[in-house]
């Protein structure tokens, strides 16, 4: 059994106009160990099924499981702050606290504090190929790159072996791009984490260990 499981999941948007099926009957299983791709037109329903996948919300009907648990009978809360680390596409880190301050953010949410906090967020920034110098500055002064980078490390600091990726090279250019779905890779494949990406960025779907396509709600291996 995989660390997240999806079990014929239906998920509807309702308003007094209309109901919109976005996904039906969406079923597959995520391992630790594997870095996952999603891909699929805008529109086809990866977001939501992110989403989902993230603790946001709950599916229409199926179930969404974290180690065998359903999300829906989870304290939603609880979940996106202990069991899975959600990696955005513009990065979302918060601009007036440093870099340090960024990565401990999470690590203080669950009590974990002061010096060793400090002292964690160095290993991680150095886990990222970035210099400990970093620490100390600010997202702004930082490149695209090296602030997804650093929202890297701070998804590490969350102390879960579920990371999501939502279009995590959309911002960045060939180069950095490269690079970061080398730091992804090698998380899943020697870290033994579940490393779960949305993409368009079709160039990295040859470094996937398994790819999943989105369409008219369905999900269909390639």
Request: glycine share 6%; with cysteine; hydrophobic share 40%.
């Amino acid at each position: 059994m995989g660390i997240l499981e999806l079990k014929n999941v239906y998920y509807n948007y309702r308003n007094k106009h209309q109901t919109v099926e976005v996904l039906k009957d969406v079923s597959c299983s995520f391992e630790t160990g594997k870095i996952y791709a999603i891909i699929g037109k805008s529109g086809s329903g990866k977001s939501t099924m992110l989403s989902l996948m993230a603790g946001l919300d709950v599916p229409t009907s199926g179930q969404v499981l974290y180690e065998g648990i359903p999300t829906s009978e989870m304290d939603l809360d609880r979940y996106r702050r202990e069991c899975v680390a959600v990696i955005y596409q513009n990065f979302r880190l918060f601009p007036l606290l440093t870099i340090s301050e960024n990565i401990t953010y999470p690590m203080e949410l669950r009590g974990f504090k002061g010096e060793p906090a400090r002292q964690k967020a160095k290993e991680l920034i150095r886990k990222v190929a970035l210099p400990e110098t970093v620490l100390d500055r600010f997202p702004a002064m930082l490149s695209g790159g090296e602030q997804q980078r650093v929202a890297i490390a701070r998804a590490l600091s969350m102390d879960t072996k579920l990371i999501l990726a939502d279009e995590p090279t959309g911002n960045l250019d060939e180069e950095n791009s490269r690079n970061i779905i080398d730091i992804l890779v090698s998380l899943a494949r020697n870290d033994n984490y579940c490393v779960v990406m949305v993409t368009h960025d079709l160039s990295v779907i040859p470094r996937m260990d398994v790819v999943y396509r989105l369409s008219g709600g369905q999900f269909f291996p390639e």
